[in-house]
C-alpha cells in the first residue's frame, strides 16, 4: 500500500484513505481541495452563494457516504466529484431525479478491493493528465467551448456543432476504459 | 451485450454527462450506458473532461462554519432512497421509472402497447410493446427520438436493432420501424415533440365535433 501511495496523486491517496480507512483528516484536507472550487463551479451557472454552499455541502457529504464507489480504476477523484455535483445539481435546481446508469455487477460486488490494481490506476491517472495537457494546449475559444459544455451551458445541438473537442486523447481513454470494463466482466462471468 | 452496434453519439453522451440532456432523452442514455461497455466507457471519459473543467476552476472563498458543518455531520445518518435493479429485460434506470413495478401496457391498437413513463414541456418518455410484423407507432416526429430496444428487433430503412441498439431519429429521418419476426419488439423510445394521442383520442373527439 505505502509503495502504491507513494506514486498515486495525493486526491487519490486522500480518497482511498477516505474509502478504505474512513480517515477524517484525509477528508479534510479533500474538503479544502473541493469544497472552493465547486463553489465557483456552481456559482458560475446562476447559482447565488448561499445556495451554493448547500449544494456543497451536499456534494461533500456524499462523497463521504458513498466512498464505497469510489474506483480509482475507473475514474480520478475529481471526474467523480464532478459527476456527484452534477447530479446534486439537477436533483436540486431542476427537481428532477436524474436517472443514473446501473453499477455494474463487479463494483457493487466488491470483489477485486482487495487485489486493487495499481498500474491501472496509474494508467487512469496518466491519461487523465494527458488529457488535461491537451486540454491546455487547445486555442482559447476551443478551451472556452469545452469548459461551456462541461459545465452544462451549452445543448447537445449545440456540443454536436462544435469540432473543438481533443478527440485523440478521449479515443484512447475510451479504449482504456473499455478493457478495463472488459476485464472486470470477464472477472464476474 | 457484445453485439451492440448502433451507439449513443459523442454529443449526446457529453450532454448526458454535463447534465443538459432534457429527462426523457437523459432516461434512454442512462439505459442505454447500463447496456453497451463501449458507452459506459465513453460517458467515463466525458466525465474525466468535467473532473478536469471543475479542476481548473478558481477557488471561492467559503463561510467558515461550512467545513465545521460538514464535518459535524459525518456521523448523521443517510438517507437512502430506493434504488430498483434490472428487471428482466428492464434495466435499471428503467426500473426506477417504474418505481419497481412492473409497466402497466395500455393497448393503441394492432397488439402494439404502450406505458408512458413520463411526459411534459420538454418531451416525453414511454415503453413501446410491438408484436412481429407491426410498424412502430408515432414515427410523424419532429424533433430529435431515441429508440432503445430492449426485446426483440426491429429494422427501417437504415437497417436493424437488435437488442441494446439506439436508434437516433431527427426531422431528416424518414422511416418506418417494423418489428422483426420472433419475440415481440419492446423498446424505449423518447421525444422532444409534444405527446400526440393519434390513436385514441381523435377517434373519441371526432364524432363530437362533427355532431
Redesign the interface.
Known amino acids: 500500500m505505502t509503495l502504491i501511495s507513494a506514486q498515486l496523486s495525493p486526491l487519490t491517496a486522500q480518497m482511498l484513505a477516505v474509502r478504505d480507512a474512513r480517515d477524517?483528516a484525509a477528508?479534510?484536507a479533500l474538503?479544502?481541495h473541493f469544497?472552493?472550487?465547486?463553489?465557483?463551479?456552481i456559482?458560475?451557472s446562476g447559482t447565488g452563494s448561499g445556495q451554493a454552499?448547500e449544494i456543497?455541502?451536499d456534494v461533500?457529504?456524499t462523497v463521504?457516504?458513498k466512498a464505497d464507489q469510489f474506483d480509482p480504476q475507473?475514474?480520478?477523484?475529481?471526474?467523480?466529484?464532478?459527476?456527484i455535483?452534477?447530479?446534486r445539481?439537477?436533483d436540486v435546481l431542476?427537481k428532477?431525479?436524474?436517472?443514473?446508469?446501473?453499477e455494474?455487477k463487479s463494483d457493487a460486488q466488491d470483489s477485486g478491493r482487495t487485489d486493487t490494481d495499481a498500474g491501472q490506476i496509474l494508467a487512469v491517472e496518466q491519461?487523465?493528465l494527458q488529457?488535461?495537457e491537451a486540454?491546455s494546449k487547445l486555442k482559447p475559444d476551443q478551451r472556452e467551448m469545452?469548459?461551456k459544455?462541461?459545465?452544462?451551458?451549452?445543448?447537445?445541438?449545440e456540443?454536436?456543432a462544435q469540432t473543438g473537442?481533443p478527440l485523440g486523447t478521449?479515443k484512447s481513454?475510451?479504449?482504456?476504459?473499455?478493457e478495463r470494463?472488459?476485464h472486470d466482466?470477464k472477472d464476474v462471468r | 451485450m457484445t453485439d451492440i452496434t448502433h451507439h449513443t453519439p459523442d454529443a449526446l453522451l457529453a450532454a448526458y454527462a454535463a447534465g443538459t440532456l432534457p429527462q426523457p432523452f437523459a432516461l434512454v442514455v442512462a439505459a442505454h450506458i447500463s447496456l453497451c461497455l463501449k458507452c459506459r466507457a465513453a460517458f467515463e471519459a466525458h466525465q474525466a473532461i468535467g473532473g478536469i473543467v471543475l479542476e481548473g476552476f478558481d477557488a471561492v472563498e467559503i463561510s467558515p462554519d461550512l467545513k465545521t458543518n460538514v464535518l459535524s455531520l459525518l456521523d448523521a445518518p443517510d438517507q437512502e432512497s430506493d434504488v430498483y435493479a434490472r428487471t428482466g429485460v428492464y434495466p435499471g434506470p428503467v426500473m426506477q421509472a417504474l418505481k419497481g413495478k412492473p409497466p402497466r401496457w395500455r393497448r393503441l391498437g394492432g397488439g402494439v402497447k404502450q406505458n408512458i413513463l413520463s411526459a411534459d414541456e420538454s418531451g416525453s418518455v414511454r415503453l413501446l410493446y410491438i408484436p412481429p410484423g407491426q410498424a412502430v407507432p408515432d414515427h410523424t416526429h419532429g424533433g430529435l427520438e431515441l429508440t432503445l430496444v430492449l426485446q426483440g428487433s426491429f429494422s427501417d430503412e437504415t437497417g436493424r436493432f437488435d437488442v441494446g441498439d439506439l436508434e437516433v431519429a431527427d426531422e431528416d429521418l424518414d422511416h418506418t420501424p417494423i418489428a422483426d419476426y420472433g419475440a415481440p419488439c419492446i423498446c424505449l423510445a423518447a421525444t422532444d415533440a409534444p405527446l400526440k394521442f393519434n390513436s385514441v383520442l381523435p377517434r373519441v373527439l371526432q364524432p363530437l365535433f362533427r355532431i
Open positions: 477524517r477528508f479534510a474538503f479544502d469544497a472552493p472550487r465547486l463553489k465557483g463551479f456559482m458560475r454552499e456543497v455541502q461533500m457529504l463521504w457516504r475507473k475514474a480520478q477523484v475529481a471526474a467523480w466529484v464532478y459527476q455535483a452534477k447530479n445539481q439537477i431542476r428532477e431525479n436524474r436517472p443514473l446508469p446501473e455494474l491519461e487523465a488529457l488535461k486540454i469545452i469548459e459544455a462541461y459545465l452544462g451551458e451549452l445543448t447537445h445541438q456540443i454536436k473537442l478521449i481513454r475510451i479504449r482504456l476504459g473499455l470494463l472488459r466482466l
